[in-house]
């Protein structure tokens, strides 16, 4: 599905032909999905938000003036539940009992389970604002300006995130990696 099929999706949805949200579900869930858990740090959590984003965007799909601002409309909404449910005292433990790397030996999966969680507990370390612009811009792929709608910043302050949040990992990792 295109940016115009989507734009087109969303008027039809907005005029009440209800059941094209599953085509709108399908193709976020996943990514939406990712980007709360890299967020959240947790797959129960990341479940909860998602489910919760997706049946307040289904609720509040009137208010969406352009339908052309639909990804980023979506993505901001689970933003705001994840924060919310950050603020929260509980706080589990990252489960990674389910992640699944397909390397060629033991070896290999080892050093790259090793690699990979080095670099999770460094981008966890980061303040949550900084962890969720990286998340945003490498994980999620989103533009400097999608950012700045989603998170209600300027473009500018974006871009100093980004900086700083790659400054800090490069050091931070630095000692594991190499320069490069």
């Known amino acids: ?78 933003r705001n539940e994840a924060y919310g449910l950050m603020r929260k005292p509980q706080h589990r433990p990252y489960d990674d009992a389910e992640d699944v790397w397909s390397e060629q030996t033991p070896y290999d999966s080892l050093v790259a389970l090793e690699q990979t969680e080095i670099v999770r507990k460094a981008l966890q370390s980061l303040k949550d604002e900084y962890r969720e612009a990286i998340v945003l811009r490498e994980f999620e792929g989103f533009s400097y300006v999608e950012i700045a709608e989603i998170t209600g910043d300027t473009e500018s302050s974006v871009k100093s995130r980004l900086f700083k949040a790659r400054k800090a990992l490069i050091k931070k990792l630095e000692p594991f990696f190499g320069k490069e």
Do not use: T
């Not at 797959?43 to 601002?69: I, M, Q, T």
């Open 1 to 78: 599905m295109n940016n115009a099929e989507e734009q087109a999706l969303v008027a039809r949805l907005q005029k009440g032909e209800c059941k094209l949200f599953g085509a709108l579900y399908e193709r976020y869930r996943r990514p939406l999905f990712a980007y709360c858990y890299r967020l959240l740090n947790g797959k129960e959590r990341a479940e909860d938000v998602l489910h919760e984003a997706f049946l307040k965007a289904y609720a509040s799909l009137d208010g969406l003036n352009d339908p052309a601002l639909f990804r980023v409309w979506l993505f901001r909404i689970a």
